[in-house]
């Protein structure tokens, strides 16, 4: 019915920059917040950054200032810039969005498969 499927992750070396995409479809008649998650090897998942249907966004701490995340309403499509990569972000990255398919029924959360990302030299 609705599917988010990711894009742009891969091997990148420390201080390189990767741009996640995650774009839904399907029957949608509105998306209210998204979001990246990531979960590391033998690690709980972590959200790393959200973002409102108005733009409003918030970070978590160990990626403000060099992660940006933003979306095209369009397009239903939301997108992780991150700049200045460390080996510490290396993770299976998910994005996750609040749908709604008609007018009156609630919003559902719906997730993407993730992509890897990688950040070793």
């Known amino acids: 019915q609705v599917q988010l499927v990711e894009s742009g992750g891969g091997l990148v070396q420390p201080g390189g920059s990767l741009r996640l995409s995650c774009a839904a479809s399907?029957?949608?008649?509105?998306?209210?917040?998204m979001g990246w998650y990531r979960q590391a090897p033998g690690k709980q998942r972590e959200l790393v950054a959200s973002?409102?249907?108005?733009?409003?966004?918030n970070y978590a701490d160990s990626v403000k200032g060099r992660f940006t995340i933003s979306r095209d309403n369009a397009k239903n499509t939301m997108y992780l810039q991150m700049n200045s990569l460390k080996p510490e972000d290396t993770a299976v990255y998910s994005c996750?969005?609040?749908?709604?398919?008609?007018?009156?029924?609630?919003?559902?959360?719906?997730w993407g498969q993730g992509t890897q990302v990688t950040v070793s030299s």
């Open positions: 973002i409102t249907s108005d733009g409003s966004t």
């Open positions: 996750n969005a609040n749908v709604r398919v008609r007018i009156t029924t609630p919003g559902v959360t719906y």
């Open positions: 399907g029957s949608i008649f509105s998306i209210a917040a």
